[in-house]
DNA sequence: TCATATCTCTGACTCTAGTCAGAGAATCCG
DNA sequence: CGGATTCTCTGACTAGAGTCAGAGATATGA
């Protein structure tokens, strides 16, 4: 009697969940670990944050999602210790400016420290080994969950998020083709295409970056076409391509399609087999890209 | 050129440090979901551990790492709220016994099924292969992490501690000896071998639980004898018996002695392969315990 | 049996974290 | 220009989390 998938996913939670409950009881105190330093979480989460990127005290409100007057509190802390400068904002007089001193840029420098220390720490009773299957062990954690926290978006193709992703993806095309990829002009057409109602384009962003991206458009009547798929080289593996795609399937289901066809060039190996995986079977060319060289459909009924 | 092992362990770091912050910033909120349930986090972390297994006030602080006022205190006020039952032990008056009400046990089911959700959540998004490989990088990373926190600690072998790991011991090796075991009279000789100024006795614990043992006894002049060392079952394969191994050789060279040595039975075959992974050579008996087959011996010097 | 240790509980604290309601300065817009 | 808006800051709160020093009851060991 095998387990259902149900039986594997409640399995599955319980591993998170013991997860959760040991490592946040064993290192929770590493978010605490600040307090190791002398300074309260909520200071120390600040000093780290403008030592991160320094900005208006509007903007980093608006990062750590904290209270105007509690900021300022904080503020006058940090500065007090002298860590901290702030500044009126010459742009606009009302906001203010935050910096790191040289004292408080040490200070950052040492929350750096102590957190790895900390990391250290962990690993220390460790023989080279295990610290080696512990570091595995984590970075494939962190990949999939990075994975799973991803959030697809659709988006305007026109847009910065979705120009940024594109961006990427015709670079990595210029790498890896033999002959280099042109993108050409991107026409306000092509941009039309992928928008509504026809058409759309989803960005798959983890925090804040684009790690992702495709487009569906329409090429027939019931005919709906995958275009500028992209997963960022990082994140391979993940399954987050077979997630996009199914997700941009569903795009073009909504959109009343049957069918969905995709091209793609044979020396993008892991994208072939990704389709394959996925339920697509080849078939001849539909159109006359020059990069072309392989040509997927799919019966979404 | 190859890498160093502190290059090696900066790298690790890393990658904990990376783990760290990503999991926490996407999971972190998962300690807080507690509050989503309107109940302040102590409070629920407390009727979350009563629920999970109901003990002595002793026991929940020992697990939760709780100043006792502050526990009476919460306790105090999870009894108002008639979902806890705070009980004379009988067994001994001073303390008290807590267990979940009816109306606890609905509070508590509705933590868990809210923490179950989270963690489903989580994994939703992933594919049923993706879902296997984070729960096993998961419990590969839980056992290590609970490895590498396991605190060492010379006790009296007559301790609480002590007598709780040395029984589990005794019943393994019952469990395990095709005849059984029978450890025979535990006369005060025994404890007092394995006590200063000529021997030792070391438990690791885990969240309060005895998770491995072992001890060190003086058998001629710069002669050592390790003695009872176990490690619990689930434990095996995070290489806890080998840092025990390690820490009671410690034990040996500080109370002066050149030569280890150490007798087993050929049923507990891991711990024969761990003794000769860490240096050991088979020499011939030396002793006449009956239950003990190979004997093994480690110059220390 | 009596000193000592153990255990829980109370009172009196401290510190963080965070909220809320304005005050006052600067900016924007019609 | 003048009212509305935006922005920072202050004061006055609340609640959570946790520490510390005993008091008082109970157990343990010489």
Redesign the pocket.
């Known amino acids: 009697m095998t387990a259902t998938p149900v039986q594997e996913l409640d399995a599955h939670a319980c591993v998170v969940r013991r997860f959760n409950r040991s490592y946040t009881q064993r290192i929770g105190a590493l978010d605490d670990s600040f307090l190791g330093s002398g300074m309260?979480?909520?200071?120390a989460r600040l000093l780290f944050e403008v030592g991160a990127e320094p900005g208006?005290?509007?903007d980093l409100?608006a990062r750590l999602g904290?209270?105007?007057?509690?900021l300022?509190?904080l503020?006058?802390r940090l500065e007090a210790d002298g860590l901290v400068t702030?500044a009126e904002d010459p742009a606009?007089?009302?906001?203010?400016v935050v910096a790191l001193t040289d004292a408080g840029r040490m200070r950052w420098q040492d929350l750096e420290r102590r957190s790895d220390e900390r990391a250290r720490d962990l690993l220390a009773p460790l023989t080279e080994r295990q610290r080696g299957r512990l570091a595995a062990a984590l970075a494939e954690a962190d990949l999939l969950v990075r994975a799973a926290t991803v959030t697809l978006e659709t988006v305007d193709p026109r847009s910065r998020a979705a120009r940024a992703a594109v961006g990427k993806y015709f670079a990595e095309l210029d790498r890896r083709f033999p002959g280099g990829f042109d993108s050409g002009v991107q026409s306000a057409a092509d941009a039309e295409m992928l928008s509504p109602p026809s058409g759309a384009f989803v960005v798959a962003t983890s925090d804040g970056e684009p790690v992702a991206c495709g487009g569906v458009q329409t090429i027939g009547d019931g005919v709906g076409e995958i275009k500028r798929m992209w997963v960022h080289g990082d994140w391979r593996g993940a399954g987050l391509g077979s997630r996009l795609l199914r997700h941009l399937e569903g795009v073009c289901r909504e959109l009343g399609h049957a069918v969905v066809r995709l091209d793609t060039n044979g020396t993008l190996t892991e994208a072939v087999a990704m389709y394959e995986r996925a339920g697509y079977r080849e078939i001849e060319r539909y159109n006359d890209n020059p990069y072309a060289e392989r040509f997927f459909a799919k019966s979404l009924t």
Do not use: A, E, I, W
């Open positions: 309260p979480l909520g200071t208006t005290t509007r409100r904290l209270d105007s007057g509690y300022s509190r503020l006058r702030v606009d007089r009302r906001r203010r």
